[in-house]
């Protein structure tokens, strides 16, 4: 079974007194901040008016538009998913199921290429039906059976949802199952008749807005009186639960999250009594094997007189709380993903960005590593994988090479089952990785992509693409689910078709060299991700690749955030940022939403001390009249619950203040990535290349 990870992708993610001593001016924009009053909306309506109308009078926004939507609604996209007994289990939207169905297919059916899918639950269906516009957001399945799921939905995109009980036998909802309440919480099978829920019973959320308490609710029991297994303080970022299953045996585990990346973790015994994991604060659990726990670890840890470095894998034996280690990642690596069979380890990794997947088994001497011989230089990811089976799917892909979905044998051989035919016409498209000096002499990698000709020649118009935060790492993929601007299939067709270079940055902050290359911007230090994106920009420029009259930045919430530094630090290097549902006001970001678990990774702005570095590179209160700012685009969404929009509304009316011209878009549904469906994504993706050919491409090239 899968280790549940929705709930960190969530982290991921009252107003209180300030000290005089050394307080901010009032914010005349803090009435933004109501997300959906009448005054608020009709702010927005009439920004969307106004934007909306302009770019979308741009001649190429309209194929734009329906090339994004061709590609997000391809029925030739890979279905990719999850294994549960002999069946993948798969997620899919296209232009005919807007919200989705969710379905699966025998593995030998999906093995061969040609699944034959079986419709569990149509969304579409189901929104009508009960009159709301509901957003799946999941599923997790009781084995070995697999016959009860808990579903869960979400109205309007948002990270809060229902779960409901769903019986596949009979395809529909229990009337007398299990439903947790609608609120950003999680739930997980215990046993047939009892689950581990974290959720709210009074005792009110964290800071973060997460639950504080895990309990364990019996089926017939009122929910109200579900028994606490434990409780967190408000201080912390959360506490919530998950169930690892392995060959019958069940490993419950507790966690407590003191901080976005620090957390304390139980293993919850079949007695019912607690027993403290030793692994560090800094760990990512992986799953189990041979009643080993696997661990990630993002810091070094010394335990029982042995020292294991950061970004290692390790296993912990339950029995007697015995580690050992299952495999370290060299200087230049990063382990990506970890998939476990039925008796190795699978590993993705990066080095120098580029994937590589390893097998690890266990011996009489310990851990050995094999390499599968993978297509070389691009993206590999483990597909699906289960503690049943040794054999696994992979997935390959690069900016210009389509996904390629491969079957591993239990002997590492490799076979196509299907590949995504091409979306675009890659055939004279090159792809370049380069390394751009930052202000310290870190070299930083970066990757390049052009039409040959455009290359040559030089000065081209110029995306560049940032992120640079929560040890993810951004790597140059073909497609995923859900689709980003960023990836090779959409800005192939929609920019560099047309004469256009996309750039993805590596800047520090992320996870391409594992958690030193997170650590190295973390807290006062933020401002070296920011000189790293700088680097990259003018190495291009140095190049030739590119100019300020011809480059852009794109960045979407922390990258927006980003984005209000490019905004705000160096906007003699940049004519067009796009900044998606963005953090700008770091004054108060800890106070709106989810924001408060994100302290681990800015710091804490009621601290004096902390705002001293925070309040240099705060995009809001850095903002200034009479200065030469290229026109933004923002977008939100109202409906995102994790970063406030409250941030790209106050940003936008400070630069109209100001004096200066932008565009907003703010999608009235739609969750953190500001739509809710392919069509609200294929439309706001035009927009985006629409706004940056009208300022880079006055004219088409």
């Known amino acids: 079974m899968e280790v549940p990870i929705r709930i960190l992708s969530l982290f991921c993610l009252a107003l209180l007194a300030v000290p005089a001593a050394w307080s901010q001016p009032s914010d005349p924009f803090l009435w933004l901040e109501e997300i959906e009053g009448e005054k608020q909306l009709d702010w927005v309506r009439k920004q969307n008016a106004r934007s909306l109308a302009e770019l979308k009078a741009d001649p190429r926004f309209a194929p734009m538009e329906q090339e994004a ?145 895990v309990r364990k609710w019996a089926r017939g029991q009122a929910f109200a009186d579900a028994d606490e297994v434990f409780a967190g303080e408000k201080g912390d970022v959360s506490s919530s639960a998950y169930v690892l299953r392995r060959k019958g045996a069940t490993y419950p585990i507790v ?51 042995e020292s294991y470095p950061q970004g290692a894998l390790v296993a912990l034996r339950l029995k007697d709380m015995k580690a050992e280690s299952v495999f370290a990642a060299g200087r230049s690596q990063a382990v990506s993903g970890v998939g476990v069979g039925k008796t190795g380890v699978f590993v993705s990794l990066l ?64 076979s196509t089952v299907t590949s995504l035919p091409p979306l675009y016409d890659a055939s004279d ?61 959409l800005s192939g067709k929609l920019w560099v078709s047309r004469g256009g270079v996309l750039v993805l940055a590596n800047i520090r902050g992320g996870g391409e060299y594992g958690p030193r290359w997170h650590e190295a911007a973390l807290l006062e230090n933020r401002q070296r991700a920011y000189e790293d994106f700088f680097a990259v920009s003018e190495d291009l420029i140095e190049r030739g690749v590119t100019s300020p009259k011809k480059l852009g930045a794109v960045g979407r919430s922390n990258g927006g955030l980003l984005m209000g530094v490019v905004l705000t630090q160096r906007p003699d290097l940049y004519n067009a940022i796009d900044c998606g549902v963005p953090l700008f006001d770091m004054k108060r970001y800890h106070k709106l939403l989810a924001g408060a678990s994100w302290m681990a990774e800015f710091g804490d702005p009621d601290d004096s001390e902390q705002w001293e570095f925070i309040e240099k590179y705060s995009p809001y209160q850095n903002l200034k009249p009479g200065k030469s700012y290229p026109k933004v685009l923002f977008y939100t969404s109202t409906k995102d619950d994790r970063v406030h929009p409250g941030h790209a509304r106050k940003a936008a009316a400070l630069l109209a203040e100001y004096g200066y011209d932008f565009y907003y878009y703010e999608n009235i549904e739609g969750g953190h990535g500001g739509t809710a469906n392919q069509q609200q994504l294929a439309m706001r993706t035009a927009l985006e290349f629409a706004y940056f050919a009208s300022q880079l491409m006055p004219a088409e090239e």
């Open 69 to 213: 939507l061709e590609i997000l609604t391809s029925k030739e996209r890979i279905p990719l998913g999850s294994i549960r007994g002999d069946a993948l289990y798969n997620f899919w939207q296209d232009d005919e199921h807007v919200r989705g169905l969710w379905r699966r297919a025998s593995l030998k059916s999906y093995r061969a290429g040609k699944p034959k899918w079986e419709t569990l639950l149509d969304v579409d269906a189901l929104a009508q039906a009960e009159g709301k516009n509901w957003i799946y957001h999941g599923a997790d399945c009781l084995g070995p059976d697999y016959e009860r799921c808990l579903i869960e939905l979400s109205p309007g995109g948002s990270d809060a949802g229902v779960i409901r009980e769903y019986s596949l036998k009979h395809k529909r909802f229990i009337d007398d199952g299990f439903t947790v309440p609608l609120g950003k919480n999680s739930a997980a099978w215990l046993d047939a008749d009892t689950l581990l829920v974290s959720s709210d019973w009074g005792e009110g959320r964290t800071d973060s807005g997460y639950p504080r308490s």
């Open 351 to 414: 080095d120098d960005v580029v994937g590589k997947v390893l097998r690890l088994t266990r011996g009489d001497d310990g851990w050995t590593a094999k390499e599968i011989d993978a297509p070389p230089n691009g993206v590999v990811n483990i597909a699906a994988a289960d503690s049943d089976r040794d054999d696994f799917f992979l997935l390959t892909e690069s900016l210009t090479t389509p996904q390629t979905l491969h079957h591993v044998s239990e002997d590492d051989k490799l």
């Open 429 to 489: 498209v090159a792809v370049e990785q380069h390394f751009a000096s930052s202000a310290d002499g870190t070299q930083v990698p970066y990757f390049v992509m052009g039409r040959k000709d455009v290359l040559a020649k030089g000065d081209a118009p110029t995306i560049q693409y940032g992120y640079g935060g929560f040890l993810i790492p951004i790597l140059p993929v073909y497609y995923a689910d859900p689709a980003r601007p960023q990836h090779g299939a």
């Open 255 to 305: 966690t407590r999250a003191t901080t976005f990346y620090e957390a304390e973790r139980y293993w919850l015994r079949d007695d019912g009594k607690l027993t403290a994991l030793p692994f560090p604060k800094r760990a990512r659990i992986a799953g189990v094997i041979d009643g080993r726990l696997l661990a990630q670890l993002l810091e070094p840890w010394s335990y029982q007189g």
